[in-house]
Nanobody, 125 residues
Framework: QVQLAESGGGLLQAGGSLRLSCAASGRTFRNSAMAWFRQAPGKERAIVAAISWNGGSAFYADFVKGRFTISRDNAKNTVYLQMNSLKPEDTAVYYC??????????????????WGQGTQVTVSS
C-alpha cells in the first residue's frame, strides 16, 4: 500500500509559524507532483499549494501567497509546507496528496489520488 503521513500540525497564536511535513512510504513519489489541501469543518477541501515533480515550479492559493512556502526533498521522499504569519482563518485539517502520473501539479482534488490522513492546524486570535 501507498501511505502519506502528515506531521507538524498544532495549536498556536495568530502570527506564528508551523512547518508541516509529509513523508511517503510504500513507494516513492520522486516523479510525481504533490500538493497540500486544507479543509475546515463544514467546508469543501481547497488547494493550498502544489509543487511539480522536480520542485521547479509551484502554485499557491491567493490566500496564502507571501506567507506559505511549499518545498520537497525527493531524496527523502518528503514534501513540506512552511506556514508563516498564520491567521485564524488558516485553521483547518491540512492534507498532503500526490498524483499518480509523473510531472506537473494539478489544481483540483479530483486530479490527485494518494492522500494522507491530515494534520490539524488551529490558529487562535
Amino acid at each position: 500500500q501507498v501511505q502519506l503521513a502528515e506531521s507538524g500540525g498544532g495549536l498556536l497564536q495568530a502570527g506564528g509559524s508551523l512547518r508541516l511535513s509529509c513523508a511517503a512510504s510504500g513507494r516513492t513519489f520522486r516523479n510525481s507532483a504533490m500538493a497540500w489541501f486544507r479543509q475546515a469543518p463544514g467546508k469543501e477541501r481547497a488547494i493550498v499549494a502544489a509543487i511539480s515533480w522536480n520542485g521547479g515550479s509551484a502554485f499557491y492559493a491567493d490566500f496564502v501567497k507571501g506567507r506559505f512556502t511549499i518545498s520537497r526533498d525527493n531524496a527523502k521522499n518528503t514534501v513540506y509546507l512552511q506556514m508563516n504569519s498564520l491567521k485564524p482563518e488558516d485553521t483547518a485539517v491540512y492534507y498532503c496528496t500526490a498524483r499518480r502520473i509523473a510531472g506537473t501539479y494539478a489544481l483540483t482534488a479530483g486530479e490527485y489520488y494518494y492522500w494522507g490522513q491530515g494534520t490539524q492546524v488551529t490558529v487562535s486570535s
